[in-house]
């Protein structure tokens, strides 16, 4: 099957913005004081004794059941989230102000650094009880899928077509009808693929968040990610193996069991589907709809849905005329204004706050210091980048242009970008001491191990939706070489290599937490760079830096999207669509 | 009893204004003083061009969007909002993509709180009615326009409408598919099929308005109102080819390309920056002034005649008509056009004489090509942002018709090379070969100068 190009999950129409900036601190300081919360209550740990973890492979199916459930849990939390979250925004403006950059900033934020933060506030918030680190687990994972979601409904619900929109106006659907007849059904076919990107980039963070070091404390929760940290721990290579491939089981199960008929069932909602578009399938969903047993068992649901939807309807049968309200809450003059006043004050009052969380600690000799971290970072994933490109755009484009191994490699580059890359790390670790290379230079390949995959899939997908009339146009033309690339190819598959791009580069950034500081057994290898600076703060428990190290990547990712990512992608949205 | 009914109109709208404002809180006028009334028993049609404000006023009624002032009244009363009782028909459908053919014509049943079998039950009636049994499990995306339309119309009727709003409802459908669907609206009509008491018809397809109305109403642009109004005393179904019907379509040809002001008098009317261009090409205005000067027009057409044709759609006639009128190549009189010196100059003449004389008649005529020209000339790289122009433009316009406005300008400004256009950068400027000349011609002066 061939997969339709992804929405990117950045909103087109967020121009830099005054409120980014001052929203900014607010976010640190909000971080800080989870931070300050959580050294006050560093009351230590208690679970009885170490939860007792096993290699022997027998055990991993239920570990693995137990990571797909935090995994499912992560999911249901980020679509309630996204329900709220980007309706308030899309439909209160004054909201909408405040929320927009949020999201824009936590989408920046490293998310391996939420989970040393959080840890000790939910660990405080079930004393005794393993249910905390649990939750700490399942926000970890949450933190990693439920931006992009949010972004990708906000932006949809901001693009209802007017005509739809005025049609339930005459109908007289209430609001509450509106939004589940009207507004979620426009928006779920890009929710959906969303949602699969989410829990495909999950699996890495699911490996990481289940043996969690916080203070010097080892807290790991049965799982799939625990059973890998031990045997890294223990230097067990045959048990990473098992865990290979209870992960990729894992991964098959989602994607047949839940996101295959997902998308098949999202395709009705499309409003026009493309000629030559072949039209998603799942044996699943096909079962179930042709299915006698499973028709019946739906009506009762159907029947709870109508319910459901028409619970809040307009109750006028007795007045004539009733306008409901519009799908835009907007506020008098005068509170907008106080509004923005009251916005301006607390993002002036966090600043100083951080200021002085992160000074009381840290110099300002050290701050220099971790910004150029951040430079040398930054340089891991530009070659990183780059490099990747090199490789994947002319191996994307060769296999795009030929149908039929087309649908059988983009379905196996879609799994490897959901397979957790930080299980291969121990590998490197054993090749780097075993070669006597450099850190600095051979921990960074690590990085972008789980990510280049992202730019091959959506070059396939860029280079598979070519118009054939172009494609004998060029050869008709005589294009060829060099001349090809840049006045044919290039051209046409940079809107998917764009979204690819941003995708990997935003998974490296969150990778480099983990790949710039890597263990096997005894053996610990660290390169220089913001990674491993916030990596190894957070294994001290060390709050200021590692609020200091969050903050200062989060800048870096922010600058980079704003004048590198979101520039080039809106040159591909205005000048260079194929339609 | 049934004078106490006819004394109350279904829809009536005195004095209404509708006003938007631009960006810079300029106001734009879009309706000014409409009055209106849909009586019981009548179908009423309102023509006008494209942008005349006629689907503003088409909203107005529906409740949709509230007018600035005047008055109006659903059945003695003053409206707030979408009335139960009236139903709407979109020119683009506006189905639900994700609801079943059954389903969408349900949805407002459902909205009203019916119950499911009375749902169920009372749409297969509205779809069968329209002609679309057997498609009630179709989705919108498996049919083609006409049947689509054909579900528009079905979810409106299923809801027992007084009034039923068609804003160009066949529009977006081929010539057959739209007659057909017209002809069956019609006879649900004419024999009393459905409960509906009154239909506005919102058009600009002549032909469709006199084919169905009792009543046409004409509608001027900027501020949109009522011009003139026809009744179409003949019995339906009618017959397009009659005298009767041709000369009533010849009557609001007239109407309807009569110009207000100047009256089809030559002398070109003193036209602001913030004028409405045409929404048109120079290409189709040369074609168009060819067809006139050939055989059998010579010169002097009729104009339902030149519709036929020429093919064209009527209201990118309408268009090209007012292209030409401004731009003095043409004029309009008693349903005729005719080609003035200017455009009878234009048609003999071979290609580059026709972009001098474009050019020529552009800068005289539209102000703002000739500011657009002024401000390139006096800048001393001879270049502007097109930012620079929108603003200005905005001042009169709202946005999308300001950038619409803009585009149409350059489209003919390039054509007639007074200026060029750099879409990457966004920015208008001289013609490389205008700015040789000027530089040459300078050089020229300066040596002269040096010389003396």
Redesign the interface.
């Known amino acids: 099957m061939r997969w339709s190009l992804p929405t990117v999950a950045v909103a087109p129409e967020l121009k830099p913005n005054f409120w980014d900036l001052a929203i900014i601190p607010v976010i640190f300081a909000l971080l800080a004081l989870l931070a300050y919360g959580g050294a006050q209550m560093t009351t230590p740990y208690d679970v009885g004794e170490k939860l007792a973890l096993s290699l022997d492979p027998t055990n991993l199916p239920y570990y693995l059941l137990r990571s797909a459930l935090r995994m499912a849990a992560a999911l249901l939390a980020s679509l309630v989230f996204t329900l709220t979250y980007a309706t308030l925004a899309a439909k209160v403006p004054a909201l909408e102000k405040v929320l927009i950059p949020i999201l824009d900033i936590l989408q920046s934020i490293p998310i391996l650094g939420f989970l040393s933060i959080t840890v000790t506030g939910f660990i405080a918030l079930f004393p005794g009880n393993l249910l905390g680190v649990e939750c700490a687990a399942i926000f970890a994972i949450f933190t990693s899928q439920a931006w992009n979601m949010a972004f990708s409904l906000y932006s949809s619900l901001k693009t209802v077509p007017n005509d739809l929109i005025e049609a339930s106006e005459m109908f007289h659907l209430s609001p509450w009808q509106r939004f589940w007849r009207l507004e979620l059904p426009w928006g779920m076919p890009s929710l959906v693929w969303n949602m699969m990107m989410s829990v495909s980039g999950g699996w890495f963070f699911v490996v990481a968040s289940e043996a969690i070091s916080v203070s010097g404390q080892n807290i790991s929760l049965p799982g799939v990610g625990s059973y890998i940290a031990l045997a890294i721990a223990e230097e067990n290579l045959g048990a990473i193996g098992w865990a290979i491939l209870a992960v990729l089981g894992g991964i098959i199960a989602y994607d047949q069991l839940i996101f295959r008929p997902l998308v098949a069932w999202t395709d009705k909602f499309k409003v026009d589907s493309l000629p030559g578009e072949q039209i998603p399938e799942s044996w699943l969903l096909t079962l179930m709809q042709r299915g006698r047993l499973f028709r019946y068992l739906a009506r009762l649901p159907a029947a709870l849905w109508d319910r459901f939807t028409g619970l809040l309807r307009q109750k006028d049968e007795a007045t004539l005329f009733h306008r409901a309200p519009g799908p835009v809450i907007t506020l008098p003059a005068w509170a907008a204004r106080a509004w923005d006043a009251v916005l301006m004050a607390a993002a002036l009052a966090a600043l100083v706050q951080v200021a002085l969380f992160i000074h009381a600690e840290v110099s300002f000799a050290e701050i220099g210091q971790v910004f150029l971290y951040g430079l040398a970072t930054t340089l891991r994933v530009v070659v990183l980048i780059t490099l990747a490109s090199l490789v994947w755009v002319p191996v994307g484009v060769w296999i795009g242009q030929r149908p039929l191994v087309a649908q059988n490699v983009q379905w196996i580059a879609q799994f490897l970008a959901a397979f957790p890359a930080n299980l291969m790390f121990p590998v490197a670790v054993v090749l780097i001491v075993r070669f006597d290379l450099n850190v600095d230079v051979w921990t960074s390949p690590l990085m972008i191990l789980g990510t280049q995959w992202y730019i091959l899939f959506n070059v396939i997908a860029g280079a598979s939706a070519i118009p054939q009339d172009m494609k004998d146009a060029a050869g008709n033309l005589g294009l060829t070489g060099w001349m090809r690339w840049k006045r044919f190819i290039g051209p046409a598959i940079f809107p998917s290599y764009v979204t690819g791009a941003v995708t990997a580069s935003g998974g490296s950034w969150n990778a480099s937490i983990v790949s710039e500081l890597v263990s096997w057994g005894d053996t610990k290898l660290e390169a220089v760079g913001l990674g491993s600076y916030i990596a190894r703060a957070t294994s001290d428990g060390d709050f200021p830096r590692i609020a200091l190290g969050i903050a200062v990547m989060c800048l870096f990712v922010m600058a980079f999207n704003r004048f590198l990512w979101r520039r080039l992608y809106m040159l591909a949205a205005d000048r260079l669509r194929l339609d | 009893m049934a004078e106490t009914a006819s004394t109350t109109a279904l829809l009536d709208l005195r004095g209404v204004r509708k006003t938007f404002r631009t960006p810079d809180r300029h106001e734009r006028t879009v309706l000014e003083g409409v009055d209106f009334k849909l009586e019981e028993g009548e179908i009423v049609a309102l023509l006008g061009k494209s942008g005349s404000g006629k689907s503003t006023l088409l ?1 107005i009624m ?3 969007i509230k007018s600035n002032g005047g008055e109006v009244k ?1 059945r003695g ?1 003053t ?10 028909v ?3 459908f ?6 079943t053919v059954q389903e969408n014509v349900e ?2 049943l ?4 019916i119950g ?1 079998d009375e749902r169920e039950e009372r749409a297969s009636q509205a779809i069968e009615l329209i002609g679309l049994g057997g498609y009630e499990s179709a ?1 919108p ?1 498996e049919l083609s326009g006409g049947m689509r339309q054909r579900v528009g119309f079905a ?1 409106a009727l299923v ?1 027992r409408p007084d009034v039923l709003l068609l804003d160009e409802p066949f529009s977006a459908l081929d010539v057959l598919t739209s007659e057909t669907l017209r002809e069956d609206l019609l006879e649900l009509w004419d024999e009393r099929k459905i409960p509906t008491k009154g239909i506005l018809l919102v058009s600009h397809n002549i032909e469709e308005a006199v084919s169905m109305a009792d009543r046409v109403l004409v509608f001027s642009s900027d501020p949109g109102r009522v011009r003139a109004e026809i009744r179409v005393g003949l019995p339906r179904p009618r017959d397009t080819e009659s005298a009767a019907f041709r000369q009533i379509v010849d009557e609001v040809y007239t109407l309807m390309t009569a110009h207000v002001r100047g009256g089809g008098i030559g002398a070109a009317e003193q036209l602001t920056l913030g004028y409405r261009l045409p929404d048109t090409t120079p290409g189709k205005m040369a074609g168009l002034l060819e067809s006139i000067a050939e055989a059998p027009f010579n010169g002097r057409a009729d104009l339902p005649q030149l519709a036929e044709e020429t093919e064209l759609e009527d209201d990118q006639l309408f268009h090209l008509f007012e292209g030409l009128r401004v731009l003095g190549l043409a004029r309009i009189a008693a349903g005729d056009i005719f080609l003035t010196p200017a455009g009878q100059a234009f048609v003999e003449a071979d290609d580059a004489v026709r972009k001098d004389l474009f050019a020529e008649s552009l800068v005289k005529n539209i102000p703002l090509a000739a500011h657009v020209r002024r401000v390139l000339d006096e800048r001393k790289d001879h270049r502007a942002p097109e930012d620079r122009f929108l603003q200005e433009l905005q001042d009169y316009l709202t946005d999308d018709e300001a950038e619409r406005v803009l585009e149409t300008v350059i489209t003919w400004g390039r054509y007639a090379e007074i200026f060029d256009y750099d879409y ?1 950068a966004g920015v208008l400027m001289l013609p490389e070969e205008v700015v040789e000349e000027m530089e040459a011609e300078e050089e020229a002066r300066e040596a002269k100068e040096s010389g003396e």
């Open positions: 909203r529906a409740g949709l659903y009363n409206m707030t909002g979408p009335a139960r009782g009236i139903s709407m979109f020119q683009s506006a189905l639900f993509p994700w609801l949805l407002g459902e909205a009203a709180g499911r989705y995306k979810r809801m990457n």
